[in-house]
């Protein structure tokens, strides 16, 4: 079946991992576990486009600000204002938000298996590689949820694979479609832009070297890119300005802004707790090495690739010092580096392909990086079930989980049921005591600026 549907046998994995990591449970909750902050303030916008038939670029918010009109924005709106159409015609329903998102991951994933394979003609190594990103414990986390940094991979890598057909047959449709797809991730999450940033340049060369495959025009649609993206930068700076600032992250956070001691404290809380959500540290120690060993042997090593690979390392360093001081919290940033790891699968797999193809047809090096795979995606697993239920049962049978881990889980999960879910089935209550949509309420205690609200579908502070 490899052979002859390796499409389908991709398909079938990837469904069998997101049962692995209980999506069709997590499918069905409302804005839950870490970030619930986040999640909770894109989910009001949703809720007041759906509410109050909002113009499009009109967004806001139920809590209701300093200027009491509740009007703030982050990132383009585009998923927000859909799933709010969709909630007017079936009703609202969290589950449409996260099967939105979940659905555009899984097609990202499948171009991003469609160009391995194009580029290596390897089934076993492209579904390898591919699969092996789905661990990623914040892209399995992020995916079923409600923030837009995992579609705006997900989209990303669908650009990607168009780009390659660009490169591979010069087809103007090819490049066309993917500037398309860079645009809306762009506009979702504008440092998904990495990798066309670090493409770039590699563009222009291949312009310089083959004008008679590649023409200067080509870089139209990619400029083009760029200009909504600014439009849409500047129009949410002012929208914000004369509303509410603040609310959303839109400026750099840079490492040079911050003193020494708080360097270290978020320096320690990065590298013990933010980088090992993005992935197995092991692992990420494998592929420094495997990017450390395509480097030692550069003249053998695909020269696109490499420097694609390089550069887009390099634009990643950039970002982390750019926005250094939330990356002591904010795991989600990192969904915009993980396009590193496919890039340094296939710079290797295409180097070892080429010179020493036996490598990857020898039997116990499948089944060694099958078990490598296995064990990602258990780990995966369990940390991504404790984030909802602790009492899961292959939670409290997990050999792996550390003690501080499971204490913290315990008491996160015992805090919400005792403070926030009440609020959850509360809407009945709050009618039969007259309070309506629009009375403002003060919700107290609620750090954040809408969880508490958005669970009431109340306005107010």
Not at 328 to 335: P, R
Request: glycine residues 4%; proline residues 4%; aromatic residues 18%.
């Amino acid at each position: 079946m490899l052979k002859k549907n390796p499409e389908y046998v991709f398909i079938f994995l990837l469904l069998l991992m997101s049962i692995a990591y209980n999506y069709q449970g997590i499918l069905f909750d409302v804005p839950y576990s870490i970030h619930q902050w986040r999640q909770a303030d894109g989910l009001s916008i949703t809720l007041n486009y759906y509410k109050e038939n909002l113009n499009f670029f009109q967004p806001s918010l139920n809590w209701i600000g300093y200027k009491g009109t509740g009007k703030a924005v982050g990132e383009f709106p585009i998923f927000y204002y859909i799933v709010a159409q969709l909630w007017k015609l079936f009703g609202q329903h969290e589950f449409i938000f996260r099967l939105l998102n979940v659905i555009i991951v899984y097609i990202g994933l499948y171009h991003l298996y469609k160009l391995f394979k194009m580029r290596i003609q390897n089934t076993f190594w492209s579904i390898f590689s591919v699969l092996i990103i789905f661990t990623s414990p914040i892209l399995v986390y992020y995916t079923n949820n409600f923030i837009p940094d995992a579609p705006a991979l997900g989209l990303a890598m669908i650009a990607c694979y168009h780009m390659n057909i660009y490169f591979s047959s010069q087809s103007s449709r090819a490049l066309y479609l993917s500037c398309l797809f860079f645009l809306f991730a762009g506009l979702l999450k504008i440092t998904i832009l990495i990798i066309l940033l670090a493409l770039l340049p590699l563009i222009i060369y291949l312009i310089l070297k083959h004008r008679d495959k590649y023409k200067f025009n080509s870089l139209i649609p990619i400029a083009f890119i760029f200009i909504p993206i600014i439009a849409w930068i500047k129009y949410a700076d002012y929208y914000n300005s004369a509303n509410n600032k603040n609310v959303f992250l839109q400026q750099i956070l840079p490492i040079w802004n911050m003193n020494s001691a708080k360097i270290k404290d978020i320096s320690l809380s990065f590298f013990h707790t933010i980088l090992p959500s993005a992935f197995n540290i092991t692992v990420l120690f494998i592929l420094l090495f495997l990017y450390l060993f395509s480097v030692a042997n550069y003249k053998k090593a695909n020269a696109f690739l490499l420097m694609l690979t390089t550069m887009t390392l390099g634009g990643s360093i950039v970002f982390i010092l750019l926005f250094f001081q939330n990356l002591g919290v904010h795991d989600y940033y990192l969904i915009s580096l993980l396009i590193v790891v496919p890039l340094i699968l296939l710079t290797f797999i295409d180097l070892i392909l080429k010179t020493s193809p036996e490598f990857f047809t020898n039997r116990s090096i499948k089944i060694l990086a099958s078990i490598v795979l296995l064990m990602l995606i258990y780990q995966t697993t369990i940390i991504t079930r404790m984030k909802y239920n602790v009492k899961d049962l292959l939670v409290n049978n997990s050999f792996i989980i550390d003690r501080f881990d499971l204490e913290y889980w315990n008491w996160y999960h015992w805090n919400y049921d005792n403070t926030l879910k009440p609020l959850e089935t509360i809407k009945p209550y709050l009618a039969s005591l007259g309070i309506s949509r629009d009375d403002f309420v003060i919700s107290i205690p609620d750090q954040s600026l809408n969880i508490s609200l958005y669970l009431m579908d109340v306005k107010g502070f």
